[in-house]
């Protein structure tokens, strides 16, 4: 019996440590924590509402723009004006959104997710006449390989040739990435932490320059997402086919549901959106979304268990750094008390199995092409796929979004500060489910809750001492070498974890991470 500690483990946005404990070459039981602890929710009492617009997006400089929108439909919900939104407003909402998942999900399979896979040491034998190749090549004589080393080595599978025009495309997606970040800027201002998204609405109006400029980036991204991104996870998934066997999970999916289609309901779990909020399982059945089931339990984080089991518009932040048993600071969110995955695979499957006939088209046209079924999607090569169709599927819609803006018309509308209110903004962030909720009382912040997406998938074991997300898609796998655990890295990556989203400030006490082994 041995144990492999990963961590930091690298390529993934913030601090997350994974423990696993091998015993026959197989993972018998697996931990995964968050070290860094979460202090955001606090900083907002006692300040003006219309300031969680501004300082949420601060929580992440990946996901910023989720939480931009997660905290104005928040405000919306809280200021009574969520059915009052101008289309305009609402649009242009749904495409800095989809720009920004354009350019996030790119940004992983590319720059996070892809080295686990492609050997960029083989680059050294390269004779051929690309520059950014034979740059990059010109950096390995030099021994120069960072950011493509540390790493664990083996298992590197595919042809020269694949190799190759990977490594290539590696180098094209960060112009792409620009691209994405581009569009979102036309209408949100920059990026990272756009000013475009409001209460009531976007502080920008569309005019047939902007809507111009905006084509044309998504045009070029189109291309890239139809004929190099898409092609290119179905050529890894071909090679590591065993990978949609590995990673299974809890085998539940949760999805809040995503881009506004229907301005005029204040409901949002009724409101007509592009995905539709709902759970499913591996059994495909869908069913109806209720947020009154979600929880935030704690009995394995360091916070005091006084809070564990409260639905997050009542939730507290009491820490209890010295608990037995704690092991994380991200605290556990479940629904209706069991454990949920959320993620572009739950928003793709929610939907499949919800019987939304532009993603069943599409899964089951790619499935088709691999020779794979939909129970294969529960594995860490489905997680993958699910994120590039997705990404086809946003891309896609983004095009009739934009054809829908009417130039001189408004997109913003005013609202009364209310002395007492409480409001919920619920989203599809790139990495899944987040929600933000708030209670206001004398015209100030006196709660603000937020749940990412990475606390679902990252979580630690729950009250009933069931293991998160995270931890159940690693436990059971087999490990060829454990000096080097690539499996396991290339499980946590299939979920593109944000522990910066997680968990936000360092404990002032300081914490011991313990052993190093960076991969
Ligand atoms: Ni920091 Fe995030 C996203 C949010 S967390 S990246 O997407 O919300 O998983």
């Given at each position: 019996m041995g144990k492999i500690i990963i961590?930091?483990?690298?390529?993934?946005e913030g601090h997350l440590k994974v423990e696993a404990v091998v015993d026959d070459g197989k993972v018998k039981e697996a931990k995964s924590s968050g070290m860094l602890f979460r202090g955001l929710e606090l900083i907002m009492?006692?300040?003006?509402?219309?300031?969680a617009q501004r300082i949420t997006?601060?929580?992440?400089g990946v996901c910023p723009t989720s939480h931009s929108i997660a905290a104005a439909l928040n405000l919306d919900s809280a200021f009574d004006i969520a059915d009052k939104i101008p289309d305009n407003g609402r649009i242009i909402r749904n495409l800095i959104l989809g720009a920004a998942h354009i350019a996030d999900h790119i940004l992983h399979f590319?720059?996070?997710?892809?080295l686990d896979y492609v050997?960029?040491?083989?680059?050294?034998?390269y004779e051929g006449n690309n520059p950014a190749l034979n740059s990059i090549k010109s950096f390995i004589a030099r021994g120069e390989l960072g950011p493509f080393v540390p790493r664990y080595e083996?298992?590197?599978?595919?042809?020269d040739e694949v190799n190759e025009q990977a490594i290539a495309h590696y180098v094209a997606a960060f112009d792409m990435r620009r691209k994405g970040q581009e569009m979102l800027a036309?209408?949100?201002?920059?990026?990272?932490?756009?000013?475009?998204?409001m209460p009531g609405g976007v502080a920008s109006v569309p005019t047939v320059d902007n809507i111009t400029s905006f084509l044309w980036r998504l045009k070029e991204l189109q291309e890239f997402i139809d004929n190099v991104y898409l092609p290119d996870v179905l050529a890894v998934a071909g090679v590591y086919s065993d990978y949609f066997e590995?990673?299974?999970?809890?085998g539940n999916l949760l999805a809040y549901g995503?881009?506004?289609?229907?301005?005029?309901?204040?409901?949002l779990t009724k409101r007509s959106r592009f995905f539709k909020p709902g759970t499913t399982s591996t059994s495909l059945k869908f069913s109806e979304f209720d947020p009154a089931k979600i929880t935030e339990e704690v009995?394995?984080?360091?916070?005091?268990?006084?809070?564990?089991?409260?639905?997050p518009s009542h939730g507290d932040v009491v820490l209890?750094?010295?608990?037995?048993g704690a092991y994380s600071w991200l605290k556990s969110p479940r629904y209706g008390r069991a454990v949920f995955e959320v993620g572009p695979l739950a928003r793709i499957m929610v939907n499949y199995a919800g019987g939304n006939p532009r993603v069943k088209s599409l899964v089951d046209s790619t499935l088709e092409q691999v020779n794979?079924?939909?129970?294969?999607?529960?594995?860490v090569m489905g997680r993958n796929l699910a994120r590039a169709l997705e990404t086809k599927l946003i891309a896609d819609a983004m095009v009739d979004w934009v054809l829908e803006l009417k130039p001189g018309e408004p997109a913003y509308i005013s609202y009364k500060l209310p002395e007492e209110s409480t409001g919920m903004g619920l989203v599809g962030a790139a990495r899944g489910a987040l929600g933000h909720w708030i209670e206001i009382k004398e015209g100030k912040i006196a709660n603000y809750k937020v749940i990412t997406p990475s606390t679902w998938n990252i979580?630690?074991?729950?009250d009933k001492n069931q293991p998160g997300p995270l931890e159940q898609a690693i436990t059971g796998t087999k490990i060829k070498d454990e000096a080097n655990p690539f499996e396991i890295v290339r499980i946590v990556r299939a979920f593109d974890p944000c522990l910066a989203c997680s968990v936000h400030l360092l404990s002032?006490?300081?914490?011991?991470?313990g052993e190093f082994r960076v991969c």
């Open positions: 961590d930091p483990v690298t390529r993934i009492r006692g300040r003006d509402p219309r300031d997006q601060r929580i992440c590319y720059h996070l997710v892809a050997d960029v040491a083989r680059l050294a034998k083996g298992d590197y599978r595919l042809p036309l209408f949100g201002g920059k990026m990272p932490h756009n000013m475009g998204v590995i990673g299974r999970g809890c995503s881009y506004e289609l229907d301005g005029r309901e204040a409901d009995k394995h984080s360091w916070y005091a268990d006084s809070i564990s089991g409260r639905h209890d750094e010295e608990k037995k794979l079924k939909p129970k294969d999607m529960f594995s979580s630690p074991r729950d002032p006490k300081g914490r011991d991470l």
